[in-house]
């Protein structure tokens, strides 16, 4: 069903601003939107003790934040798979590259919902397979929207996810700095 | 029959069946300390089988037997196809493969009655130092004597690697271990305090860097080409990577010791090197990925080639996430914590294993006096399981690391400690259990593997021993 679905996109016909604005962008809210409330009204959960609540206009400037790190996110990702397709699948647009990023995010987007509740365990348990299944469309999706056979799907594909894996962690990492330099948490170094 | 007219890999065999039971003994060990994590009676009050002597076991079986055996089979396999000449010594080659064996057995029973040396991943005591550092002495004249014999004048970049192995490995394991004698079993190091510390940092870190790194990129820079069917894409690249590595890697061991008693300066350099290493890390990386574009069909071939495949994506993502846990701020989270024993297996589990699994599926048949393996649906089956099981073990410390670094060091407003370490252990079980999920998915992949490998050596019986001879030089390459 999947490999339906992307078959009838991939014949489908669009540009990446019209993707983009009608459709990506808006799924996109759904993760910033789900985690300004959950962190404003039920507040971070390590599963112990009193969850993390902060302030309306912290809550505000993080979500903020976090749409815009999804936006650019969205972008970089699409523009990145247009510049491996050098390699991968030369005959493939910038169209067909929006179209992968669009497909593969969705469940995540969605999952994005789980925000509304932020603890961290229910995180790794309801994300986990949101995310093996988003790596199944992403091996699924670039054979069919970058019009190439499934053995170099599977070596971009590859690529693709050591990108988006680095790309998690970088994140993971300056997260980190940011909690240590005293925005977020309070911890006592 | 004129032996010096072939190739000799009976050597090869064995290792590669020890490195097979080893995997077993040393996935089954962590697993089974996996398991302790969360059922703590586990361990039956029986001091042999506790966390502390249970987890140098599995360490030291899984670097050292594994990790080792695997190292040791594909040199020797290795410097033979690129020297054009056969073994050194054959003799002495086995010799090596069987005392390493009984060094690393002897040393592990000896760690699970009580006999160490409280080094990280330096734990035998002395006796048994001596005879591993034999045995590695007696790996290099091995080594080294079939590259002075060789009848190719290039020195391909694999033996570069495998060559950095052994000199800094042997240089690292009898510098760390310089210790008085006090019984047979007893020692003490000739390094105090804050010196002992850097000096097995220095040993522990470049252990990763030489032994899990440099090892297993000298396999893989003979495995990749072949399997892809062409060259490495920059020989260049490889080999100033390779220096690269080589000097910046010495460096990087004190940024285990971030925020303790060394000097400062000492952390600073540790954390820039680290980030230097970067660079070489992912130029190999990129010389891989590469490689690899365009052999695109060998995936339905070659069984093992999507293990390689994925080895290089972990090796990105482990050879990134190091420096990036070395920098200072990011380190005073994630020390302690489950963060560095996810990143250690993504490292482990992700590159080295994986890359050791393709390799030995590739290399198999052609040992056995097969054609191919003997079930290519269970090597499917096990890149999924080994896939999966890692991937759930490395996000479920991820989670696990995160909130213990947060809890470790979060106060109140009077600046007090907001969680105590029971606080911090209680939120930590749900996600040891999904370790020990992901964990047993991988060990039962292993397993699945060694008795795959089993029926293919089964399958071949009546084709060995497997005589290949040893192609001439292309004219203007004789030495």
């Known amino acids: 069903m999947t490999k339906d679905v992307i078959s009838r996109l991939s014949k489908a016909n669009y540009s990446p601003a019209q993707l983009f604005f009608g459709y990506s962008i808006w799924l996109g809210l759904v993760p910033p939107v789900s985690a300004f409330f959950g962190?404003?009204?039920?507040?971070?959960?390590?599963?112990?003790?009193?969850?993390?609540?902060?302030?309306?206009?912290?809550?505000?400037?993080?979500?903020?934040?976090?749409?815009?790190?999804?936006?650019?996110?969205?972008?970089?990702?699409?523009?990145?798979?247009?510049?491996?397709?050098?390699?991968?699948?030369?005959?493939?647009?910038?169209?067909?590259?929006?179209?992968?990023?669009?497909?593969?995010?969705?469940?995540?987007?969605?999952?994005?919902?789980?925000?509304?509740y932020p603890s961290v365990l229910l995180h790794i348990i309801v994300l986990s397979p949101i995310f093996a299944w988003s790596c199944y469309i992403l091996f699924c999706a670039l054979p069919i929207l970058l019009k190439i056979d499934n053995d170099r799907g599977i070596f971009m594909g590859c690529a693709v996810l050591g990108f988006l894996v680095t790309a998690f962690l970088a994140l993971l990492g300056i997260s980190t700095i940011a909690w240590v330099y005293g925005i977020g948490p309070n911890l006592g170094v | 029959m004129d032996k010096d007219t072939y190739y000799t890999d009976s050597a090869t065999v064995f290792l590669i069946f020890c490195t097979m039971i080893w995997s077993i003994i040393g996935m089954f060990a962590g697993l089974y300390l996996a398991a302790e994590l969360v059922m703590p009676w586990l361990n039956f009050d029986i001091a042999e089988i506790t966390f502390g002597r249970l987890r140098p076991f599995h360490t030291n079986s899984v670097i050292f037997g594994f990790g080792g055996s695997a190292l040791i089979a594909t040199a020797f396999y290795t410097v033979q196809r690129t020297c054009h000449v056969r073994l050194f010594s054959p003799n002495l080659a086995w010799l090596v493969a069987v005392l390493w064996q009984v060094g690393v057995g002897v040393g592990l029973v000896s760690l699970l009655l009580g006999y160490t040396s409280t080094k990280e991943y330096a734990e035998f005591e002395w006796p048994i130092d001596i005879l591993v550092a034999i045995v590695w002495i007696s790996f290099g004249i091995v080594f080294f004597g079939t590259l002075a014999t060789r009848k190719i004048r290039p020195i391909y970049v694999s033996n570069w690697f495998y060559g950095a192995l052994i000199i800094v490995v042997a240089m690292l394991h009898v510098v760390n271990n310089l210790a008085l004698p006090?019984?047979?079993?007893?020692?003490?190091?000739?390094?105090?305090?804050?010196?002992?510390?850097?000096?097995?940092?220095?040993?522990?870190?470049?252990?990763?860097?030489?032994?899990?790194?440099?090892?297993?990129?000298?396999?893989?820079?003979?495995?990749?080409?072949?399997?892809?069917?062409?060259?490495?894409?920059?020989?260049?690249?490889?080999?100033?990577?390779?220096?690269?590595?080589?000097?910046?890697?010495?460096?990087?061991?004190?940024?285990?010791?971030?925020?303790?008693?060394?000097?400062?300066?000492?952390?600073?350099?540790?954390?820039v090197m680290s980030l230097v290493l970067l660079a070489p890390s992912w130029a190999t990386m990129i010389n891989a990925v590469m490689t690899m574009s365009g052999a695109w069909d060998k995936l339905r071939t070659d069984p093992g080639m999507k293990f390689v495949v994925v080895s290089m994506v972990f090796y990105a993502l482990a050879t990134f996430e190091g420096p990036m846990m070395a920098i200072k701020s990011v380190n005073v989270i994630s020390h302690f914590t489950d963060w560095t024993v996810g990143h250690v297996h993504s490292g482990a589990l992700g590159w080295n294993a994986f890359v050791t699994f393709g390799t030995v599926y590739f290399l198999a048949p052609k040992l056995f006096g097969t054609t191919q393996l003997h079930n290519l649906r269970l090597v499917n089956i096990h890149f999924w399981l080994a896939l999966m099981g890692v991937l759930l073990y490395i996000v479920a410390l991820w989670g696990a690391g995160i909130s213990q670094g947060i809890m470790n060091l979060s106060i109140d407003e009077y600046g007090q400690l907001n969680y105590s370490f029971i606080d911090i252990m209680l939120v930590t079980i749900p996600y040891h259990w999904i370790r020990l999920f992901g964990g047993s998915l991988f060990f039962v992949g292993a397993l699945i593997m060694t008795y795959n490998l089993f029926m293919t050596y089964v399958a071949g019986k009546d084709n060995r021993p497997v005589l290949v001879k040893i192609p001439k030089v292309n004219p203007g390459n004789e030495i």
């Not at chain 1, 809550?59 to 523009?79: C, E, K």
């Not at chain 2, 190091?189 to 040993?203: F, L, R, T």
């Not at chain 2, 260049?236 to 285990?256: C, D, E, K, N």
């Open chain 1, 39 to 116: 962190t404003y009204y039920n507040g971070w959960s390590l599963g112990i003790s009193d969850p993390i609540k902060l302030s309306f206009s912290q809550s505000l400037a993080i979500s903020i934040f976090y749409a815009l790190a999804l936006i650019v996110g969205f972008l970089v990702t699409a523009f990145v798979i247009k510049w491996m397709a050098t390699v991968y699948a030369p005959e493939s647009t910038l169209n067909d590259a929006f179209a992968v990023v669009s497909v593969v995010g969705t469940p995540i987007m969605l999952a994005g919902v789980v925000h509304l």
């Open chain 2, 182 to 271: 006090y019984s047979w079993m007893q020692s003490y190091s000739v390094y105090e305090g804050a010196q002992d510390a850097i000096v097995q940092w220095w040993y522990g870190h470049n252990a990763v860097g030489f032994f899990l790194t440099a090892g297993f990129l000298g396999m893989f820079y003979y495995t990749l080409p072949k399997q892809a069917g062409k060259p490495i894409w920059s020989y260049r690249l490889s080999v100033v990577a390779f220096w690269a590595f080589v000097y910046t890697y010495i460096w990087v061991g004190p940024h285990h010791l971030h925020y303790t008693s060394i000097p400062d300066w000492l952390m600073t350099v540790a954390m």
